[in-house]
């Protein structure tokens, strides 16, 4: 049997945002991902396909609002919005 540890565990950032409900569809986030306003890890993003691990920070605009989020979980689906929220804790919120 092929066990991956936690740690070996990735997700692209596109598919993760759209998982976590910061976008509203796959392409939304990939386009989020891509305009170069994502940080993963104080380094900005500039691709959907990065890889994204658990214990990663997210600084991730959205309106007028910046969210950094540090990622406790990778979901397996775009669940509910108490799922997703269970995937991240919110470090900083504001502007």
């Known amino acids: 049997m092929n066990r991956t540890s936690v740690a070996d565990q990735t997700l692209r950032i ?3 945002l759209w998982f976590l409900r910061f976008a509203h569809n796959r392409t939304m986030a990939r386009k989020i991902a891509e305009k170069g306003h994502v940080r993963l890890n104080g380094r900005r993003i500039e691709r959907g396909h990065v890889k994204v691990r658990q214990g990663d920070i997210l600084t991730i605009p959205q309106g007028r609002n910046v969210h950094v989020v540090r990622i406790s979980a990778l979901p397996e689906r775009r669940g509910s919005v108490a799922l997703a929220h269970s995937c991240y804790e919110i ?5």
């Open 14 to 16: 596109d598919k993760l």
């Open 91 to 95: 470090l900083q919120t504001g502007n």
